[in-house]
């Protein structure tokens, strides 16, 4: 098993509701694709470096987690299908960080 860490960015125009589900969504397929979520952190509605769809904030969401890399691609498959992601970004690590993050502190 690799380790990953990803960032979500979500459509600021999604309400809470909508939001927690298509994160559980994500943590799901995850779970059922013999993965393991390691740890997350919601770091909020946050300032984009550039406008994305004509949108200048979004939802960031950081998750940890324990995958196979075969399964990786079905993954991004499955995540290149979903309207409300703006934008994704793995990261293999050898090691995952620390939580909280810099940013997950940056708002409090």
Do not use: C
């Not at 995850?30 to 909020?44: A, D, L, Q, R």
């Not at 300032?47 to 769809?53: A, G, R, V």
């Not at 990786?72 to 498959?77: I, P």
Request: proline share 2%; aromatic share 12%; charged share 30%.
């Amino acid at each position: 098993m690799s380790k990953f860490e990803i960032v979500l960015i979500f459509s600021p125009e999604l309400n809470k509701q909508v939001l927690d589900s298509e994160i559980d969504k994500f943590k799901n397929f995850i779970s059922s694709n013999s993965g393991k979520i390691v740890s997350e952190e919601n770091w909020g509605l946050r300032d984009l470096s550039y406008n994305i769809k004509k949108f200048k904030k979004a939802f960031y969401q950081f998750i940890q987690i324990e995958i196979s890399g075969q399964i990786l691609d079905k993954v991004k498959k499955d995540l290149n299908q979903n309207d409300d992601l703006l934008r994704y970004l793995f990261i293999k690590v050898t090691h995952h960080q620390e939580l909280p993050t810099k940013l997950s502190n940056e708002k409090k």
